[in-house]
């Protein structure tokens, strides 16, 4: 179970979540929202529940927020998604029961591996999130929230998750969504589009490549701007992937840092993206 940095009650081992789901641990605690592994007595499997943090359950933001997630993950099918079995409105938080996926986030991934992901598997991850990413604009949304903690990677798939804020496209509020990860238009609350999505993938796709956050601080000065709640994406552009990774091949690298154009129109769409990445998956 994760170390709690906020004192607030967590379910116990035992506790129903939801008529028909035990709680097993807790997984994480977010700025919103917990999320539990749970035992499904129907299903007679491990399954995974999301609910409203307990100081935030008056919230009607976070409540509509989740309870579009569970709508439209059980609307949604695609393998790179996740799925949702069931959304429980009737209990004190909403709850929406999802699949559970065994393995490490991106992230995580990221963190503990001793060498960066060879070129072939940054391009099958990068082939699997856009083809999730074609579909989602396909069906009218974009999920502005594409990160590596929101990708999960286990036996060669990825499966991207949480699709909280995930909208039709358009203006948005400024700085919906990670603070870091952010495209230019999100942080300035202008409209979003699929290009806000290249720019997640294009994000997420260079820390896998390079180890580092493309927009983490890298000064005093920087640090105390994203203190600030600053989008540092507003301020400088990424570093190029071939200046971190030189030894990958410029034409993979060059097409990510396209993804990171801060102008959205010149950014690739995510078709071509993963039409390109297949060019390279065999190199």
Known sequence: ?????????VLAEGDLIAPGYEVVELLSRGSAL????????ERMCSCVAKTVRPDRVEVSRVRHRLLQEGWLLRELAHPHL???????????APVVVLETHVGMTLEEMVAVLPRRLPLADLCHLGQQLASALHY?????????????????????????????????PGRVRRGLGTQEYLSPEQGTGEVVSAASD????GVTLHEAATGVRAFAPRDAAERAAFARGDVLQL?????????????????????????????PTRRPAVREVHERLGEWAGA
């Open 34 to 41: 917990d999320v539990y592994e749970v035992w499904s007595h």
């Open 136 to 168: 989602l604009h396909g069906r009218g949304y974009v999920h502005l929230d594409v990160r590596p903690a929101n990708v999960m990677a286990h036996a060669g798939t990825a499966t991207l998750l949480d699709l909280s804020i995930a909208r039709p």
């Open 235 to 263: 301020t400088r552009r990424a570093p190029s992937v071939s200046e971190l990774r030189p030894l990958l091949p410029h034409g993979f690298a060059d097409l990510v840092d396209a993804c990171l154009d801060p102008d």
């Open 82 to 92: 996740a799925r949702a079995f069931e959304t429980v409105e009737g209990a004190a």
């Open 1 to 9: 179970m994760i170390d709690l940095t906020v004192e607030l009650p």
């Open 198 to 201: 290249t720019w997640g993938l």
